[in-house]
């Protein structure tokens, strides 16, 4: 696959999907009130005013915008470094641009980022995030994956003494 077509179309989609699912979420779940879809997953609107996990706040609008457009420009030029032989390693840069750009646009619409996805327990509960993070997550660990197999792609020199 040497045309960047699919990685284009996988962009859009993951843009276009996480953007519908936060208006319906906008639209139709009440701010701050859990909705308990099963004993450990729960639906929670809130807003993130930083980056993952809330960090970075005190950057304001304009610099968190600033850095999510600098993370997507190097990992669009780490893709276009990448080899054409490396599919898992583009599909995991087209997720991660994708969901970067999603909440790159909630945040210059909104000065916040939309989440609503609660895993919990009785005695923990983990932080309040939305699809585009997961895409990244999901992104990245498809590059480090590719990265992790890369070696058995490679070829092995040869022993110059057979």
Same mark, same amino acid.
């Given at each position: 696959?040497?045309?960047? @077509? ?8 993951a ?32 807003y993130?005013?930083g980056?993952a996990f ?12 600033v850095?999510?457009?600098? &993370? ?12 054409? @032989? ?5 599909v ?5 641009i ?13 000065g ?12 923990? @509960?983990?932080? &309040?995030f ?12 498809? &590059? ?14 040869q022993?110059?003494?057979?």
């Amino acid at each position: 696959m040497k045309s960047w @077509s699919p990685y284009v179309v996988l962009v859009v989609i993951a843009i276009a999907l996480d953007q519908w699912i936060k208006h319906l979420v906008e639209n139709g779940l009440a701010f701050q009130e859990k909705v308990d879809l099963l004993p450990f997953l729960a639906l929670y609107r809130t807003y993130n005013t930083g980056i993952a996990f809330s960090m970075f706040q005190s950057f304001g609008d304009t610099g968190l915008v600033v850095v999510a457009v600098l &993370v997507v420009a190097f990992v669009l030029y780490l893709a276009t470094r990448t080899p054409a @032989s490396h599919v898992i390693a583009r599909v995991g840069f087209a997720l991660i641009i994708g969901g970067a750009l999603g909440n790159l646009i909630d945040r210059a619409v909104y000065g916040h980022v939309i989440d609503y996805i609660l895993f919990h327990t009785p005695v923990w @509960s983990f932080a &309040v995030f939305n699809l585009a993070d997961a895409l990244i997550s999901v992104g990245a660990a498809l &590059v480090v994956f590719d990265e992790l197999i890369g070696w058995r792609r490679e070829a092995k020199p040869q022993d110059p003494g057979n």
